[in-house]
């Protein structure tokens, strides 16, 4: 039995709090804001000191709920105690289990919004359809508002379509059921919110694995290839190849 | 310059298309001279859109809107500048890169490498390595420029490089690449020529890339 302690971003809160309950380890998770993925240059700072904040409570690692997230998690400092990480690129390899199952669902259909229960559990009235992913459209009408007082009809209407114009290529909906509990009606408000902009939708089913394995040691021993171990003093780096991931002294 | 042409100057950096667009086939009508009107009816004040941008003061949707306005004058110059064999400052292909759908920031690239004096072929959107090399062979440009805004398909850029390789067009064109995941250090590590944070940087290398800083 270990003590870890979790840092997750909330998106996983379901599937962490259930593996967690039934893990062979002692797991105290924290959760943070989904939102840290809309600006990923902040995201850093505010889970190292998240990091640092928490890690001398005795705990033997801290297991981030993370991928690289747009860079986000680039240039963490483990300092006293190891950090373990996934190697994945996002939350959607995450929730699907497999960076390989995200490349092949990635090539039928590159132009997919993805949802799952806890993101839109965790979803505000103005971003109820916004998606797991790198962008997000909150707030696009209080934009248009803005422009609008800023540069008139015209000149706001092209910003609106310019910057909104990749929307278009978009062309799937897809649910990922974690298999945690029936999808309450927001799968059947998603499919008729698809079917009203032209979308196809799909249920796919999630895979535990990758949480799983994080929250119960099997970087360690049973997987280690699925997931990267910094050691006291090294940051984490980019490899911009299957890897993901790699570590420097520093 | 004439006063005509200034004020296209400054209808351009106001990002007032409609009115750039009537000034310019005044101007077009009236003789006024061509390289002038190219050059600091269109250029400048992108150049100053640029440095707007550079010292805080415009953010994207400003620089998108003079670009427009300086798009809607190029319409009207474009056809005759190539009648009297004015030469763009050079040619760029540009694309995002395979698998990535993602356009506003290569799109906005494109614009102010257009309001920098180069001509632009667009090849969109998720363009194939096959399907830039054969706008290389077929529009010979000195630049491509290639972007990504997802981690995920950055590792394309390296194969779209390859492939260039492969095929011995590498070293004809000057390759530059951008995205909001891109680093300087990636660009270096995949044998790029250069990359741009943003827009204006983009156009500044571009015409370092041709030679012409």
């Not at chain 1, 804001?33 to 000191?49: A, C, I, V």
């Not at chain 1, 979803?123 to 459209?137: H, Q, Y």
């Not at chain 2, 003061?57 to 670009?67: D, G, K, N």
């Amino acid at each position: 039995m270990s003590r870890y302690l979790c840092i997750a971003c909330e998106v996983f809160a379901r599937p962490l709090y259930s593996i967690a309950a039934t893990s062979p380890n002692v797991i105290d998770i924290q959760l943070m804001q989904r939102s840290l993925h809309d600006e990923p240059s902040r995201m850093r700072p505010k889970l190292q000191k998240k990091i640092d904040f928490m890690e001398d409570r005795g705990y033997e690692a801290v297991l981030l709920g993370y991928g690289l997230c747009g860079s986000g998690t680039m240039g963490l400092q483990a300092r006293n105690i190891p950090i373990v990480i996934p190697r994945v690129h996002d939350c959607i390899a995450m929730l699907l289990g497999s960076p390989k199952r995200y490349d092949e669902e990635f090539e039928k259909t590159p132009g997919t919004y993805w949802y799952s229960q806890d993101f839109a559990e965790r979803a505000d009235e103005t971003n109820r359809f916004a998606s797991l992913g790198p962008i997000s459209d909150e707030g696009l009408a209080k934009q248009y508002e803005a422009f609008l007082t800023h540069y008139g009809r015209e000149n706001a209407d092209y910003l609106m379509e310019t910057l909104g114009s990749w929307q278009k290529r978009y062309e799937r909906a897809a649910f990922i059921d974690m298999g945690l509990l029936t999808p309450n009606g927001y799968k059947d408000s998603l499919g008729n919110e698809a079917d009203r902009r032209g979308w196809t939708f799909e249920m796919l089913a999630g895979d535990l694995l990758l949480l799983r394995g994080l929250l119960n040691g099997d970087w360690a021993h049973k997987d280690p290839k699925n997931y990267i171990v910094i050691p006291p003093g090294h940051t984490l780096d980019i490899t911009y190849d299957k890897h993901i991931f790699r570590c420097t002294p520093g | 310059m004439e006063k005509i042409v200034k004020e296209i100057y400054n209808a351009v950096v106001n990002g007032n298309a409609s009115t750039v667009k009537i000034l310019v086939q005044e101007a077009l009508d009236g003789g006024v001279d061509l390289e002038s009107l190219l050059n600091e009816g269109m250029i400048a004040p992108m150049k100053e859109v640029g440095e707007l941008f550079e010292s805080g003061e415009y953010f994207v949707p400003e620089m998108l809107i003079s670009a427009r306005a300086m798009q809607s004058g190029m319409i009207l110059l474009r056809p005759v500048l190539f009648s009297k064999d004015i030469k763009p400052l050079g040619k760029v292909v540009i694309g995002t890169v395979k698998g990535d759908l993602h356009d506003i920031g290569k799109n906005l690239v494109s614009m102010m490498l257009e309001g920098a004096g180069f001509e632009m072929i667009d090849l969109g959107t998720d363009v194939a390595p096959e399907k830039f090399l054969e706008a290389i062979q077929q529009h010979k440009p000195d630049i491509v420029g290639i972007s990504a805004l997802l981690t995920t398909t950055m590792s394309n850029m390296e194969k779209t490089l390859r492939f260039f390789e492969e095929n011995n067009v590498r070293d004809q064109v000057k390759v530059m690449l951008g995205g909001a995941p891109v680093t300087q250090n990636f660009a270096d590590s995949i044998g790029a020529d250069g990359y741009a944070p943003d827009a204006n940087q983009a156009a500044l290398l571009a015409r370092q890339l041709v030679g012409a800083v």
